[in-house]
């Protein structure tokens, strides 16, 4: 007389063990992005970039109007250069 008592466990085949792996992980690729976005590091971390990408536009800003102020100038003398040859 052997008594038999239940586990709980239950048996799956290798396709629905595969898939609850799958939805295993995707879920915790999920929480670990709501942790993330849920902390204060995601907005630090958006903050920074954003300060980061302003003075990275300040600077190309900056460049491009050295550029256009030199092409300015370089224009004015190629006008006066062909005033004077057309002068001649």
Do not use: H, P
Request: aromatic content about 6%; charged content about 40%.
């Amino acid at each position: 007389n052997k008594e038999v008592q239940e586990t709980g466990n239950v048996v799956i085949s290798q396709e629905d063990f595969n898939a609850f792996q799958k939805q295993i992980e995707a879920a915790q690729l999920i929480k670990d992005d709501y942790e993330y976005i849920k902390s204060d590091e995601a907005l630090n971390d958006l903050k920074n970039e954003n300060s980061r990408l302003k003075e990275e536009n300040k600077s190309a800003f900056e460049t491009l109007t050295k550029a256009n102020e030199g092409l300015k100038k370089r224009n004015e003398r190629l006008d006066k250069a062909t005033k004077m040859l057309e002068a001649t």
